[in-house]
Each structure stands twice: as structure tokens, then as C-alpha cells.
């Protein structure tokens, strides 16, 4: 694509009008140039973006053009241009223009032209014309966005955009300007190896960043160049591959202590279980917290599938030596291997009836065993405020500083399995609990030749003999 009369000053395109020769010295005593001549104008176009300095190029050339011949009128000098008029111009006629004659000589293509409607550039100017924008990161990432549209949560997208965000905000550095709007005009070629470095250290050093956190944001925007790789909108190596290495090293150095999540211990499963959550500033969501803490400590499931639980997904049974269960469907498991079922043990399967039995009568299938669990986030995901309300009553209860949040009952579930395993209950196997929890096993054979589903009646031998023989006595009682 040509780019005569474009220029770069930093990283803002400018035009560049050349000035005839024979006029330097006219132009240059017109304008007051102090060295009495002026070879040509520079002016900036306003835009980042090598497409829109393209198209707004040739409005800013004739701008300048009309305002130097302004100039050169008023020192009573010739204006710019020799003054021809084309025969065929409507100026110089009024009849009809001559058309050219027909000949194929004329019209066939030469070998250069044939060559040049090959080529990117040529490619890339019919892209322009189209008024399409493929090298701009606005761009891109709407398309980029476009293809992930649910395959991932809207909050990791909002986690993309924040990456670039940081970016926009590191290349801006002191200068005034939206950070987001800046980024989102440059191209892919203007982020450099040497960019990506100080930008890393920029967010660590300056933004006050956690490592660990650092090397998300820098996996993110790995990820979108990775992307326009693979659509071929890049033919060079990838910025931001090795960015984030080291960082995750770098993080536990600097972990505090304790710092790391972990199961609660014995003593803090006594002391929540012991307390009542609607005392704790929490309201109408003191039944919630008590019954999907107890849940999650019994099941292994997350805080949203239990938050999310329908009469539909509640599988019940009318014999008394077949466990009740609860359904965990795609559209609230995390992955694929979150699919699953679960049975309830009977201290379990308690909680669950009492809310089927507090729901109005004739209510439907859709109906919420927790209907105060109500949407939110960006994700309206049911278990997003149900997070922060369980969130106080804890730190009420632990303080502040305790590394555990609701997470850890499943945490306790998988501790709970393996001590029941190591007591006998030779159910309580490694890929039995990664079943139940809804995590793909790691052993090759596990996950690739094992069957998906063991049976109901060997799930319910492991969930019975995991309360058993792995929950601490005072815990079970508490529970």
C-alpha cells in the first residue's frame, strides 16, 4: 500500500506536502521561514492507525495546499500549480468529454500489473477501500471476542480487555489520552520485544502488581497475538512468548505466609459450623451460608452449582437403600468433567428436602432449592453475591488473614476422601474423588482408558464411607 505524503512522529501518523522545488524560496519567504526557504509541511493527521492517516491524507494535502496558495495570494506571489486544465475537464468544456477510443493495447494489463494484484499490498489496498480496518487491535479483538463468545466466561473477556487496558496506559506513559483507545488503534507490529519487557516490569515495579497477577495479563495478550498468528494477520515471532516466564518462581518468593489457599482446619470447620452466619451482618443470606457450607463440605461441589440447584437437578429415590443425589449440567459445571452426579448422604440429603419442602406448592422444575441465591456478575452466575455474603461471615469468624474461602470445602471433601482411603474404605480411590469433584483425572490411563462412570452404587459406598471414616468425630457431630 503506497504511503507517499505519510509520515511518523512518534507514533502518530502526520502528512507530509512536498513543496516544488522552484517554490522553496517563494514558500519560504510567504510563511516568514526563518532560513528564508521551506522544502515542505508536516502536520499531524490525529491517529495511530495507518488506514484512517490513509484516508483522511489526502483531505489534509488539500488543506495545506489551499492555505499556502492563501499565503502566496496575500504576499502577491503565484499561487501553487501551473495553472493546466485538462481538455476533458468540465472546467474546460461544457460539451461532453472525448472518451478514449477503444484498444486493446490500451486496456490489456502489463506484466508489472498482473504481478501487483498478487501482491499483500495490493490486498491490503482493496482491503482499505472496503473500509475495513484488519491490523488495528480494535478490530481484531472484536473478531477475536467474536470467536470465543461462549466458549468463555464474559468475565475472562473483561479480564482481556483490562490487559490491554494496563498496555494502552504503560505506551502512553506521562501524555494525556483514553489508555484503552490508544492501544486499540495501534497494529500488531508496533508492540516490540522491547515493549513487552518494559511493560512487565511497568506493571510489577510501577502498578504495584502481584507477580502471579502480572502473568496473567501477560498471558492474555500472548493469547490474542496467538491468535491473529494462526489467522495469518502476523508473519513475525510472537512479542509475548517467554513474557511471563519466571513469575510464577518470582511469586513464591515473595508468598506471605500462609498465604497459600488450604482446607479449613479442624478447628476452623468447629468454629463455623458453631456459628450462626444470620448474626454476622448477613441478613436474609444467613440460611444460605449455613446450608451450602454443610453442602460443600458433604459433596465436593462448588459454591455456584449449589447456589444454582434446581427441583429438576435433585434426583430422588423411593427405595431406602439407593442414595438421593444432585445433578451438576453443562450450563452450570465450570468444565466438561464437571458434569456429573453426586449422591447425598443422609445428613445431606436433610438439608435438601427441608428446602424442597420450603418451596411453595406447585412450584415447577426450574424452581431454585436456593431462591435467594439471585444472579449477579458479570456472568449472572448465582453464586456471585452468595461468594461475598459467605465471604464476611468467615473473616468474622477466622479474621481476616485466614488463606481459606468457600473453595476450601471442596479442599476438605478431597482431604476427607484421602483419610478415609488411608482407614480402609478402599472406595475412596483417587479417581472415585475426582469423579465425585468434578476434576479430570491426571493418570494417564484414568482419564483416557478408565470408564467415565463408575455406578451409582460404588459413588455411594465412597460418600458413606468418607463420612465415616474421614471426617473428624467432632466435625460429623457439628455438621
Not at 103 to 116: F, H, L, V
Not at 155 to 173: I, K, P, Q, V
Not at 301 to 330: H, K, Y
Amino acid at each position: 500500500m503506497t504511503m507517499h505524503h505519510l509520515t511518523l512522529r512518534g507514533r502518530t501518523y502526520c502528512v507530509r506536502f512536498i513543496i516544488p522545488k522552484d517554490r522553496w524560496f517563494d514558500v519560504g519567504k510567504a510563511t516568514g521561514s526563518t532560513t528564508g526557504r521551506r522544502r515542505d509541511i508536516v502536520r499531524t493527521l490525529g491517529t495511530q492507525c495507518r488506514f484512517e492517516a490513509l484516508r483522511r491524507r489526502d483531505a489534509a494535502i488539500s488543506a495545506i495546499c489551499n492555505h499556502l496558495n492563501q499565503v502566496l495570494q496575500e504576499a502577491d506571489m503565484e499561487p501553487l500549480g501551473s495553472g493546466w486544465i485538462p481538455q476533458w475537464s468540465s472546467d474546460a468544456s461544457n460539451g461532453e468529454p472525448p472518451l478514449a477510443t477503444t484498444n486493446k493495447a490500451c486496456i490489456r494489463p502489463s506484466s508489472a500489473d498482473a504481478i501487483m494484484t498478487k501482491t499483500p499490498e495490493r490486498r491490503a489496498l482493496e482491503r482499505w477501500q472496503r473500509q475495513e480496518e484488519p491490523e488495528c487491535l480494535g478490530v481484531l479483538l472484536t473478531r477475536w471476542h467474536r470467536e470465543l463468545d461462549g466458549q468463555v466466561t464474559n468475565e475472562l473477556l473483561d479480564r482481556h480487555r483490562l490487559s490491554l487496558r494496563y498496555l494502552g496506559e504503560f505506551l502512553l506513559g506521562q501524555g494525556a489520552g483514553d489508555p484503552m483507545a490508544h492501544v486499540l488503534s495501534l497494529r500488531l507490529s508496533d508492540v516490540t520485544k522491547r515493549e513487552v519487557s518494559g511493560f512487565r516490569e511497568w506493571m510489577i515495579q510501577t502498578k504495584g502488581i502481584q507477580p502471579l497477577t502480572a502473568g496473567f495479563r501477560l498471558s492474555c495478550l500472548k493469547s490474542f497475538w496467538d491468535w491473529s498468528s494462526d489467522a495469518g494477520l502476523m508473519d513475525g515471532p510472537n512479542p509475548w512468548q517467554g513474557a511471563a516466564r519466571g513469575l510464577k518462581r518470582r511469586a513464591e518468593k515473595t508468598l506471605k505466609p500462609n498465604g497459600e489457599k488450604r482446607p479449613f482446619t479442624e478447628a476452623e470447620l468447629l468454629a463455623l459450623l458453631s456459628a450462626d452466619p444470620q448474626t454476622n451482618r448477613n441478613g436474609k443470606w444467613g440460611p444460605a451460608i449455613h446450608d451450602t457450607f454443610r453442602l460443600g463440605l458433604l459433596t465436593g461441589a462448588r459454591q455456584n452449582e449449589l447456589a444454582s440447584l434446581t427441583v429438576a437437578r435433585v434426583i430422588q429415590s423411593e427405595r431406602p437403600d439407593v442414595l438421593w443425589g444432585i445433578r451438576v449440567t453443562a450450563d452450570v459445571g465450570k468444565t466438561k468433567s464437571a458434569i456429573r452426579q453426586i449422591p447425598l448422604h443422609p445428613i445431606a440429603r436433610a438439608i435438601v428436602e427441608r428446602r424442597l419442602k420450603a418451596l411453595p406448592h406447585g412450584i415447577g422444575q426450574d424452581a431454585l432449592l436456593f431462591p435467594e441465591c439471585v444472579p449477579g456478575g458479570r456472568d449472572e452466575k448465582h453464586g456471585h453475591y452468595l461468594s461475598k455474603r459467605f465471604a464476611t461471615f468467615r473473616q468474622a469468624i477466622l479474621g481476616k488473614d485466614s488463606p481459606t474461602d468457600f473453595h476450601s470445602t471442596r479442599r476438605c471433601f478431597a482431604t476427607f476422601m484421602a483419610t478415609a482411603l488411608a482407614n480402609g474404605v478402599s472406595e475412596c480411590s483417587e479417581l472415585v474423588r475426582d469423579h465425585l469433584i468434578g476434576h479430570k483425572p491426571m493418570a494417564l490411563g484414568s482419564n483416557t482408558y478408565a470408564a467415565k462412570d463408575l455406578g451409582w452404587d460404588l459413588y455411594s459406598r465412597a460418600v458413606l464411607g468418607m463420612i465415616e471414616k474421614g471426617i473428624p468425630e467432632e466435625v460429623r457431630e457439628a455438621i
